[in-house]
Structures are given as C-alpha cells and as structure tokens.
C-alpha cells in the first residue's frame, strides 16, 4: 500500500473542513489546525460548525481511526505540504505555519480567491522566511456546491492547478492521484480567475471545462484556451459585481443541534448547487 505523505489543513471553514476530512484515510494522515478555543474543542468532540450531507460521518470516521488529527498548535504541523481552505487574509496562524515551516513547503490555496492573492502571499514567505528558503504557492481553487461538498470533491469533473515551481504543483497534484479528474495546470493568475469566476458563474466554467475534456487528446494548447475563455467570463463576472467578499453565496440556515458557533453555509465558502 503506498502511503502518501501527511497534509496539514488550515482555515478550517466550508472548504477546509471539506478538504481534511476527505483527504484523510488509511493511506494519508491529514493535521488540521484550529486555533480558536471554542471551536477547537467543538471539533474535538465530533462537532462541525454547519451541516453538510456526508461531512460530519466523514469528520467522525477520519477523527475516530485517527487518520485526521485536530491540533491549536501551529509548531505541531509537520508536514511540507499546508492547505488552505480559507483566504490567506482569513487565517491569521498561517503566518505562526509559515514561520515553523520546513525548506521545501508548498502552499495550496484551496479556497476561490480573488486575484494576486497568491502572489501577495509568495511576498509574505520571502519576507518571513528569506530568498534562500525552498517553497512554492500552488492555486488549487475549489468550487465546492452547498450540499454536495463531499462528492464534489472527493469526485471532480476537473482539477485547476497553477503555480510555480513545477515540483509544487506536482506535490498538490498526488492529492487527486487516482480520480478521474481532468487536470489542468496554468499559471496562477489564471487558476484564481478560474475559481472566483468558476462561483459567480459556474454554469459557464463547467461547459467551458467540459468543452476542454471533449477536445482531449486533439492537438490544442488547453492553457491558451483556457486563459481567453476565461478573460471573458472575468470581465462578465465583474460587470455583474459578482466578486465580493461573499462572491454570492446564498444563505441557507443550518441545523441548529449540529451548530457550534453560529456558522451557515453561505458564509464559510460553499457554492450554490
């Protein structure tokens, strides 16, 4: 059995709870930081902070068989591969993560963001860290649907992958080993605009994506494509001001015997279905 090496989680909200308790299992152990008291030991106890079909028995199992560890303590993650399921902004114990990180980190912003945030947090870690440290930040953008989380991810139609250096987006890319997703690796900008532009209008990413599966094993520089589909829907989502700090989400009221502090749906980062 090959075991994949352990994966820490931070931004522990809609797309990181997703993200931990899917990664997690026999094969790889995931560490998941919460940093905040109340809803570290919510979680300790099996709690999630909203209601998602499938999470919670996932969450349970993965803590239970102790595949997925909860921790407060950011020197505690050791591993060189942190997910990000939150924005950067949203995660103030990312910086404590950066700071006790190993040569050879690689970053995954796996929540839509807006664009440049990835290059904004490259700056950060050279700040933090120097020019002589080892990483890469690598745009892995999730559009997870409200209510459907957990197949979406753990079966994608599609993988964005963007960054640099190669050997970071390969790391990020062993995460999806095994599914039938299409991978498509562009640069950063490029998979930002996807994911953030893949929430406002995800009907038009989805055929767009599609169009790129049908075309598969044709001569067709995917990027290039990629990129002018993408430029367009950009520009639509912005006329639409689609791109605020809620970027659309519909609210939907949580149940409340499953809430531990107040969270809905709407407001932790899962799409509308």
């Known amino acids: 059995m090959r075991v994949a090496e352990a994966v820490a989680v931070v931004g522990l909200r809609g797309v990181g709870l ?28 099996g709690r999630l902070p909203f209601f998602e079909p499938g999470l919670e028995a996932r969450f349970r199992e993965a803590m239970g068989c102790g ?29 404590d993560v950066l700071a006790f990180a190993e040569p050879g980190l690689v970053v995954a912003l796996q929540a839509p963001v807006p664009l440049a945030t990835a290059d ?36 994608p139609r599609a993988v ?14 062993d995460l999806y080993r095994g599914s039938s997703a299409l ?9 930002e605009s996807c994911g953030w532009t893949g929430v406002a209008l995800p009907s038009a990413v989805a ?15 995917f990027d290039v494509v990629l990129r002018a589909s993408l430029g367009g829907l950009a ?10 700090p809620a970027w659309g989400f519909p609210a939907a009221a949580p ?19």
Do not use: M
Not at 121 to 150: D, H, T, Y
Not at 235 to 244: C, F, I, M, N
């Open 183 to 191: 991978v498509l690796r562009t640069d950063l900008r490029t998979a």
């Open 160 to 173: 964005v992958l963007g960054g640099e250096p190669r050997w970071a987006v390969d790391r990020v890319a």
């Open 67 to 95: 595949w997925l560890e909860v921790t407060s303590d950011p020197a505690s993650l050791k591993a060189n591969l942190v997910c990000v399921g939150a924005h950067p902004d949203e995660v103030p114990e990312l910086a």
């Open 120 to 155: 904004r947090l490259r700056r950060q870690i050279l700040e933090l860290r120097g020019p002589e440290f080892s990483f890469g930040v690598v745009s892995n953008p999730l559009v997870l649907r409200r209510g459907f989380a957990v197949p979406d991810f753990l079966r």
């Open 235 to 244: 520009d639509l989502a912005r006329t639409r001001h689609l791109q605020g």
């Open 18 to 45: 997703v993200v931990a308790s899917c990664l997690a299992g026999p094969q790889r152990r995931v560490l998941a930081l919460e940093v905040d008291r109340a809803r570290y030991l919510a979680l300790r106890e």
């Open 207 to 221: 055929d767009l994506v599609e169009r790129v599966r049908r075309h598969c094993g044709e001569d067709v520089d």
């Open 255 to 273: 149940e409340p015997d499953r809430s531990c502090s107040g969270q809905t749906p709407a407001s932790v980062g899962l799409a509308a279905p």
